[in-house]
């Protein structure tokens, strides 16, 4: 077998992520035809490349030597490209990363309005958009890092912090009995299931801690947000969701007691003037997506941080 970039790019994925489970999810790939690639291209180079362990996977020595030398060669490929499409297309496009957010049709819209040209790379991973924009892929990326799981942020890039610490709240069937209060005890959920995306960057630990720490050991189940979602219209499971969520006839969305569980808002891009071209929309998409979320709404004025939420 003769090694080819996206070979180099499966073993970047693998490290950058810890697991085969989340690279081949970042991949596009499945977990089984990942591995089957993994071994070839260790019976190629002659050497084991990582260690397998119940807890993920680690580069072994001869992993590290590779790693060091494909690391920037795909980061040369993805340069490479974004120019060449960039240089095919009509006009300057901004290239812009993204982890989910409510925000992010306000702020598309206001940079239209700007008559700025986009194109959007949504992702689960905030260090594999930090990564793209490091690697010149992507001009910015919004992204959220989880409390108690500090990105890998790559040398170089410039950070603006949209909000220290945005609060998680909970979605719930709206026939729950927690739902009946404005705010929910971690207590009151502690026979319910709970539905997690361990895709998403210190989201599985954060939520572990969480559970732990009030004393909770419920079953976890794995799935992504669109799943979680579905079920917990349902009435199958509960799960961590972000404060500018709405309520639907089927789900309502409340804060935490004691708001256990919190994330960091962070833009992030090569050049400060890159910054500031686009954080002033940014933050008005966020807070915009703020007020019309009531429950979000409802906790920031309860809080005494109202004030931090512009006015139309």
Request: with cysteine.
């Amino acid at each position: 077998m003769e090694l080819e970039v996206r070979h180099l790019r499966a073993l970047c994925a693998i490290a950058d992520t810890g697991s085969l489970h989340r690279a081949a999810r970042q991949l596009g790939v499945a977990q089984p035809s990942l591995s089957t690639q993994l071994r070839r291209i260790e019976q190629e180079l002659g050497g084991t490349l990582f260690l397998r362990t119940r807890t993920g996977c680690r580069p072994t020595p001869l992993g590290r030597i590779v790693l060091g030398r494909a690391r920037p060669l795909v980061a040369e490929m993805r340069t490479l490209v974004a120019e060449a499409r960039a240089a095919a297309a009509d006009g300057p496009q901004l290239r812009i990363g993204s982890t989910a957010s409510r925000a992010l049709a306000g702020w598309l819209r206001r940079l239209r309005a700007r008559q700025q040209e986009t194109l959007l790379q949504m992702d689960v991973s905030p260090n594999a958009l930090l990564r793209m924009v490091a690697d010149g892929q992507l001009d910015v990326a919004f992204v959220h890092e989880v409390e108690g799981s500090p990105l890998r942020v790559p040398e170089g890039l410039r950070l603006r912090v949209l909000v220290e610490r945005e609060p998680q709240f909970v979605s719930l069937p709206t026939d729950h009995p927690a739902a009946a209060h404005p705010v929910v005890q971690l207590s009151e959920l502690a026979e319910d299931r709970w539905m997690v995306d361990p895709t998403v960057d210190g989201e599985w630990d954060a939520v572990h801690r969480m559970l732990r720490t009030a004393g909770l050991n419920p079953r976890v189940l794995h799935g992504d947000y669109h799943t979680a979602a579905t079920l917990v219209a349902t009435g199958e499971v509960v799960t961590v969701c972000q404060p500018t969520s709405q309520s639907r006839p089927e789900t309502a969305v409340r804060p935490l007691a004691g708001d256990p569980l919190g994330v960091r808002l962070l833009l992030a891009a090569r050049t400060q003037a890159d910054l500031e071209a686009v954080c002033p929309d940014l933050e008005e998409a966020y807070w915009e997506a703020a007020r019309q979320a009531p429950a979000y709404r409802e906790w920031l004025e309860a809080t005494g941080t109202e004030q931090a939420v512009p006015t139309p």
